[in-house]
Structure formats: C-alpha cells, structure tokens
C-alpha cells in the first residue's frame, strides 16, 4: 500500500484495493513499480510516501535515483547495500542515499518505511551514504508529508513544512551503523559465507586456510580494505544482522543462538557495548516511534528475562 505526497500511485492494483477485497491475495510485487519518484519537479523540493512491505517483494533489486533517498523504518527493519558498504534503518534512524547512488534494499516481511525523496541541491545533506538519527520531530513531518494529498506550492502550508523539515534533515547526527564492504574476492568471499551462516565461529586462521592466505596476509588485507580488524568487522556484522532480525520479531534468545553465541548473556553483552544498552532496551527507546501494536516491540516481549 502506497500514500505518495503529489502523486497517485501508477499501478491499477493500488487504487482498486477497496473494491477487489473479495478476490485472493495477489502476488508480492516490485515496490518500485507503483511510484515514479525520478520525475523532475523543482517547485517540490521533497515528496514522502508509506510503503508496507505486505504488499510488495521483501527485496528491492539494485537501482538509482535521481534524487536524494532517506529511508525511515517505521515497523520492521531494512537493510540498504551499495558498492562500499552495508547499511541497517534500526527505530530512531534512517538511511540516506545520495542522488545516483546504486543501491539494493532487503526488508523485513513485516517492513513497514517511510522514503522521503529530496530534489538535489534542495538542502545541505551528505554526499555518501550514511546512517542518520532521525529526531521524533522530524520523523513526524515526514509522516505528515506522505500523508498530504495532491501537491503543493512553495509558499503554502506543506511548502513551509518542507522547508524546516529539510532544515531538520541537515542537522541530524550520524549513527556508525555502517558495515563496510570489498570487492576484494577473498574478503567478499568471507564475507558471503558469514552473511549466510554468521554463527560460524571460524578463527582468522581458519578464515585464512579457507582462502587459500596466510594469517598475516589476510590480517593486513581485511584492515586495508575494510578500514577494521577481522575481529570488529564480524561484531559488526553480528550487530547489523542481530539489530535487523530483532526488528524482524525475533527472539534475543534465537538471534544469540543463531550468531553463534555460547550463551544469551554473552550475546547481550556485545550488544550493550556496541549500543550501549541492551536489546531490549534499545527497542523499548524507540517503543514511542515504532509503529507496533501496543506500542512494545515484539522481540521485547518475547525477549524473556535475560535480555
């Protein structure tokens, strides 16, 4: 389902949702063929729009835009990946993607987001990707923004409010939320391999044995083209895939399981050290914002009393 600010949605589907309630359920579609995002409009410098990911394929294959993206997560998580690096929209935060960035997304079943499309130019934003805080204020523009039907003029209500939420957007800080990427075949490899089984506990050294490299070689190799230690860049990797299968529902139990961690205590730890609070914690902060019933986060609940 799809609520664009100045835009009717392209695909018949959209608007005959009401009257083909009767009929099955139809086939999860590419989102992005329900919304031209790329057609040029200087007198608007932002439009918003909702997509539940319900309706639509969990994943958005590598694609472009001509504007600027922020990718907000209401309910659920996403996880945006380009040429460098792999980025996690947790509750309280966004992703933004530079204009002509090629970028591939992977969401959740039970995703829920908000995309804010800025015009080039239209305001004082990142030239690369990164993570961004999102404060509650301007989360709510935004929100409000995707919910303005038809279009809107410079100088009226939605016009105002599109100036201070770019101002806004601006300001906010970056998260470290980034898990950085190579091309480098034998990174990549390692990398494949964990992003598939990320509970194996291999050492560098068996890493190393596994792509035919030295300890030492691949040590040196992993820092040069990732920018961190062997050791970091798996916590990192645990920390994206933990903090995108608990927004998911998972259990904190499961997600600890599944890492690969001997025990749920051990898990929680690395998680309070990277995050500062713990998993339940951390999705109880952002209860407020995330767009669940009852306002907890499901993974919360069913965290149990380790987490």
């Known amino acids: 389902m799809i609520s664009k600010a100045g835009q009717s949605a392209a695909h018949p589907a959209v608007s005959s949702a009401a009257s083909s309630a009767a009929l099955p359920a139809a086939t999860p579609r590419p989102c992005i063929d329900d919304f031209d995002c790329d057609a040029h409009r200087p007198d608007r410098p932002a439009v918003a729009l909702h997509l539940d990911f319900r309706d639509y394929e969990a994943e ?24 460098d690096g792999l980025w996690l929209v947790p509750p309280e935060c966004g992703v933004w993607i530079p ?8 969401v959740t079943p039970n995703a829920r987001l908000s995309y804010l499309f800025v015009e080039p130019d239209a305001a004082a934003l ?19 923004l995707a919910d303005v039907p038809g279009g809107y003029a410079p ?18 800080p970056r998260e470290g939320l980034r898990l950085p990427v190579s091309g480098h075949p034998k990174i990549a490899m390692i990398a494949r391999a964990l992003t598939a089984e990320p509970g194996d506990r291999r050492t560098l050294a068996g ?63 690395m ?32 965290a149990g009393p380790a987490a």
């Not at 294959?61 to 380009?82: D, E, N």
């Not at 204009?99 to 992977?106: A, I, K, T």
């Not at 669940?292 to 993974?299: C, L, Y």
């Open 60 to 83: 958005v294959p590598r694609h472009s835009h001509r504007q600027g993206q922020l990718i907000l997560a209401l309910h659920g998580a996403v996880t945006c990946t380009t040429a």
């Open 99 to 106: 204009g002509g960035v090629p970028h591939s997304n992977q």
């Open 126 to 144: 990142p030239r690369e990707c990164c993570t961004l805080s999102v404060s509650p204020m301007l989360r709510e523009m935004i929100l409000r």
């Open 155 to 172: 100088d009226d209500h939605t016009g105002r409010l599109v100036r201070v939420l770019l101002d806004e957007l601006a300001l906010m």
């Open 207 to 269: 890493w190393a044995a596994h792509v035919a490299m030295s300890e030492r070689s691949l040590k040196r190799l992993m820092v040069q083209e990732t920018g961190l230690t062997f050791g970091q860049w798996r916590r990192q990797l645990h920390l994206v895939i933990a903090l995108r299968e608990l927004a998911g529902g998972a259990t904190v139990q499961r997600v600890a399981g599944d890492l690969g961690y001997e025990s749920v205590t051990a898990f929680i730890v």
């Open 271 to 302: 998680f309070k050290k990277a995050m500062g609070t713990t998993p339940t914690g951390y999705f109880r902060i952002g209860a407020g914002r995330v767009d669940t019933p009852g306002g907890a986060h499901p993974a919360a609940d069913r």
